[in-house]
């Protein structure tokens, strides 16, 4: 079985996957994904406990056999919570191989092999029947396919599969149902990691200000959630504009569709301002009376504060409007969530749409390439003022009048900074066709098309011809996180490529 996994390209820092053959460890990828943390939830572990053994219980009263569907089961806690329940068989579905096989280990040591059925296929693959993977449909479904957004895994076809061909209908669902919430906000701070920001920059010919091109003001952005931890995040660092918003629910014992789908809602601002991102979180209910809950709220909208758990499998969602709208306290408004099978993006309006009126369910697309190419904290850093004013600090430092410069990045601002500051010349590296083409239009915003060399290829393949014939002055090399004297290389002007790094600075 092969798979992809992620790896840090350490010439540009950019996040790559690579297809990884049998022989790979699979165990360090466990060891270094939320598996531990998700498995030491004690909240979340209760919960699911106690939600499963309510189910058991419905069913076993009905005068029926506790058939459990498990499916991601992992390492089959959820199965052996459920066999420890009263449950007369589980269904454990797990698709990735080394996890099934541990599962079946671990449920074999705790002495569960004879009421455990471990099935190494994706739940969409499973069949039922006298010759199938399970002889009959299950009465109760268990899962765990949720993420910070609660629908990213494929949570919806999952369900909705399930329902169709693995359950009865009107099956024990645990958990019953979850409901997902929305707070409008205005933030300068969380609108800085959605768009680029002027750029100011003290010269000796006074102040320089690098602007954004009029598409990147313009783009609504990438749908992609940005998953932090609220809890972290000061409440200065926003103003609140709307109450917390019940946005919709779904009943997992029921037949689930996955198909888009938009739900609105009504509010009135509690403050004038500008509404530049919707937080958002959800609960899931264990039971049908909503008795068992598990939420994720952040801690000004948890109703016990003080027994908040920690959680980095499960955190809260930013989302960011495709522009920012003015909003007046007490002035009615509607605030749109939208879903496909995976994505959940949100969207204002100043009247809500009929029940019966069509709205449009297309996702945003970046078509200023800059959301393709900076993640959510590469806008915060290129928005940081403080930031840029250590780089042109320690810039000031290692230029001189006549510095030749070369900046390795990919979508790196620095370049542009390093010319304000004086250098004679300055080449920029892009290794990418969208990296090449965000920097064009930035460098026309800003009148530097003609100051600043672009050279589009990989670091490692870089020629004398390529800075024409220009030697780079070697003194010392930025690295992401400050100034570092060289060590390797002669402070006098050398030849820019025998220096073993290659470079004056990398990405600011």
Same mark, same amino acid.
């Given at each position: 079985?092969?798979?992809?996994?992620?790896?840090?390209?350490?010439?540009?820092?950019?996040?790559?996957?690579?297809?990884?053959?049998?022989?790979?460890?699979?165990?360090?990828?466990?060891?270094?994904?939320?598996?531990?943390?998700?498995?030491?939830?004690?909240?979340?572990?209760?919960?699911?406990?106690?939600? $499963?053994?309510?189910?058991?219980?419905?069913?076993? #009263?009905?005068?029926?056999?506790?058939?459990?569907?498990? $499916?991601?089961?992992?390492?089959?806690?959820?199965?052996?919570?459920?066999?420890?329940?009263?449950?007369?068989?589980?269904?454990?579905?797990?698709?990735?191989?080394?996890?099934?096989?541990?599962?079946?280990?671990?449920?074999?040591?705790?002495?569960?092999?004879?009421?455990?059925?471990? $099935?190494?296929?994706?739940?969409?693959?499973?069949?039922?029947?006298?010759?199938?993977?399970?002889?009959?449909?299950?009465?109760?479904?268990?899962?765990?396919?949720?993420?910070?957004?609660?629908?990213?895994?494929?949570?919806?076809?999952?369900?909705?599969?399930?329902?169709?061909?693995?359950?009865? =209908?009107?099956?024990?669902?645990?958990?019953?149902?979850?409901?997902?919430?929305?707070?409008?906000?205005?933030?300068?701070?969380?609108?800085?990691?959605?768009?680029?920001?002027?750029?100011?920059?003290?010269?000796?010919?006074?102040?320089?200000?690098? $602007?954004?091109?009029?598409?990147?003001?313009?783009?609504?952005?990438?749908?992609?959630?940005?998953?932090?931890?609220?809890?972290?995040?000061?409440?200065?660092?926003?103003?609140?504009?709307?109450?917390?918003?019940?946005?919709?629910?779904?009943?997992?014992?029921?037949?689930?569709?996955?198909?888009?789908?938009?739900?609105?809602?009504?509010?009135?601002?509690?403050?004038?301002?500008?509404?530049?991102?919707?937080?958002?979180?959800?609960?899931? =209910?264990? !039971?049908?009376?909503?008795?068992?809950?598990?939420?994720?709220?952040?801690?000004?909208?948890?109703?016990?504060?003080?027994?908040?758990?920690?959680?980095? +499998?499960?955190?809260?969602?930013?989302?960011?409007?495709?522009?920012?709208?003015?909003?007046?306290?007490?002035?009615?408004?509607?605030?749109?969530?939208?879903? !496909?099978?995976?994505?959940?993006?949100?969207?204002?309006?100043?009247?809500?749409?009929?029940?019966?009126?069509?709205?449009?369910?297309?996702?945003?697309?970046? #078509?200023?390439?800059?959301?393709?190419?900076?993640?959510?904290?590469?806008?915060?850093?290129?928005?940081?003022?403080?930031?840029?004013?250590?780089?042109?600090?320690?810039?000031?430092?290692?230029?001189?009048?006549?510095?030749?410069?070369?900046?390795?990045? !990919?979508?790196?601002?620095?370049?542009?900074?390093?010319?304000?500051?004086?250098?004679?010349?300055?080449?920029?590296?892009?290794?990418?066709?969208?990296? +090449?083409?965000?920097?064009?239009?930035?460098?026309?915003?800003?009148?530097? =098309?003609?100051?600043?060399?672009?050279?589009?290829?990989?670091?490692?393949?870089?020629?004398?011809? !390529?800075?024409?014939?220009?030697?780079?002055?070697?003194?010392?090399?930025?690295?992401?996180?400050?100034?570092?004297?060289?060590?390797?290389?002669?402070?006098?002007?050398?030849?820019?490529?025998?220096?073993?790094?290659?470079?004056?600075?990398?990405?600011?």
């Amino acid at each position: 079985m092969k798979v992809f996994c992620g790896r840090a390209n350490p010439t540009t820092g950019a996040m790559e996957w690579l297809e990884e053959d049998e022989h790979y460890d699979y165990h360090q990828e466990i060891a270094r994904s939320s598996y531990a943390d998700m498995l030491h939830d004690k909240d979340r572990n209760i919960k699911y406990y106690g939600g $499963i053994r309510a189910a058991v219980s419905r069913v076993k #009263d009905r005068g029926q056999k506790a058939l459990i569907l498990d $499916i991601g089961t992992g390492t089959g806690l959820l199965s052996m919570m459920a066999v420890t329940a009263g449950a007369d068989f589980c269904y454990a579905i797990e698709v990735f191989k080394p996890m099934a096989d541990a599962a079946v280990k671990i449920v074999e040591e705790n002495g569960f092999s004879d009421k455990i059925k471990v $099935i190494n296929k994706h739940s969409t693959e499973v069949t039922v029947g006298p010759d199938g993977d399970m002889p009959c449909r299950a009465n109760i479904l268990v899962t765990e396919l949720f993420d910070t957004e609660l629908i990213g895994e494929g949570a919806l076809p999952s369900y909705e599969h399930a329902h169709r061909h693995l359950v009865q =209908e009107n099956c024990e669902a645990v958990p019953h149902r979850a409901t997902v919430y929305a707070q409008l906000v205005e933030s300068r701070r969380m609108w800085s990691w959605n768009k680029l920001f002027p750029v100011r920059v003290q010269t000796s010919l006074g102040e320089q200000v690098i $602007i954004p091109p009029s598409d990147l003001e313009r783009c609504p952005g990438a749908p992609s959630v940005y998953d932090i931890q609220l809890n972290q995040v000061s409440p200065a660092d926003f103003t609140v504009l709307s109450d917390v918003l019940p946005m919709f629910s779904v009943d997992f014992s029921k037949q689930v569709s996955s198909s888009a789908a938009c739900h609105s809602r009504q509010f009135e601002p509690l403050a004038s301002g500008r509404a530049q991102v919707v937080l958002s979180w959800w609960d899931i =209910e264990m !039971d049908p009376e909503g008795k068992i809950k598990c939420t994720m709220a952040p801690f000004w909208a948890h109703s016990d504060p003080e027994g908040l758990q920690w959680r980095d +499998h499960w955190m809260q969602c930013v989302y960011f409007l495709p522009q920012e709208e003015p909003v007046v306290q007490g002035a009615a408004l509607c605030l749109l969530a939208h879903h !496909d099978d995976y994505c959940v993006w949100f969207s204002l309006q100043r009247t809500c749409p009929e029940e019966s009126g069509r709205v449009q369910h297309m996702r945003p697309v970046c #078509d200023c390439q800059a959301h393709l190419l900076w993640n959510r904290p590469r806008f915060g850093e290129i928005n940081d003022q403080g930031r840029t004013d250590q780089y042109a600090q320690a810039l000031r430092t290692v230029l001189m009048p006549d510095s030749v410069c070369l900046c390795v990045s !990919d979508g790196s601002l620095l370049s542009m900074l390093v010319h304000h500051l004086g250098a004679e010349q300055v080449f920029t590296v892009e290794s990418s066709a969208v990296s +090449h083409n965000l920097m064009k239009k930035i460098f026309k915003a800003n009148h530097l =098309e003609d100051k600043i060399n672009i050279i589009e290829k990989r670091p490692e393949f870089l020629t004398s011809a !390529d800075l024409e014939g220009k030697k780079v002055r070697i003194r010392s090399f930025l690295v992401r996180l400050g100034l570092y004297e060289c060590g390797q290389c002669s402070p006098e002007v050398v030849p820019a490529l025998p220096c073993p790094l290659g470079l004056l600075v990398s990405p600011m």
